[in-house]
Nanobody, 124 residues
């Protein structure tokens, strides 16, 4: 099993930036692709971004392309989500997941495991 702890959320004005972190346990972190997901009240959970185990490939939801960047530091067992040009519609709880195959995260049937997550609130 992989244990994940999200952090870095907070309150920010529209147009501002935040960087989320997801710290993972285990000695095989680099073998897992990582993905970020979010859910706002009254909304369905949605895929945000994914990155391959090596960091060589990334994939983004259309709603965040050009604004968000996913990255990872395998030496620190951590994946990041740099969020720029934030909009009120980005307000949600964000969580991260791990899977051997990156494409699993944006397949139609994927349902992410939900932990505590970290709250992001964007004011206008």
């Amino acid at each position: 099993q992989v244990q994940l702890v999200e952090s870095g959320g907070g309150l920010v004005q529209a147009g501002g930036s935040l960087r989320l972190s997801c710290a993972a346990s285990g000695r095989t972190f680099s073998m897992y692709a990582m993905g970020w997901f979010r859910q706002a009240p009254g909304k369905e959970r949605e895929f945000v971004a994914a990155i391959s185990g090596s960091g060589g490939s990334t994939y983004y939801a259309d709603s965040v392309k050009g604004r968000f960047t996913i990255s990872r530091d395998n030496a620190k067992n951590t994946v990041y989500l740099q969020m720029n040009s934030l909009k009120p519609e980005d307000t949600a709880v964000y969580c991260c997941n791990a899977d051997p195959l990156m494409r699993t995260f944006y397949s139609r049937s994927y349902s992410p495991n939900w932990g505590q997550g970290t709250q992001v609130t964007v004011s206008s």
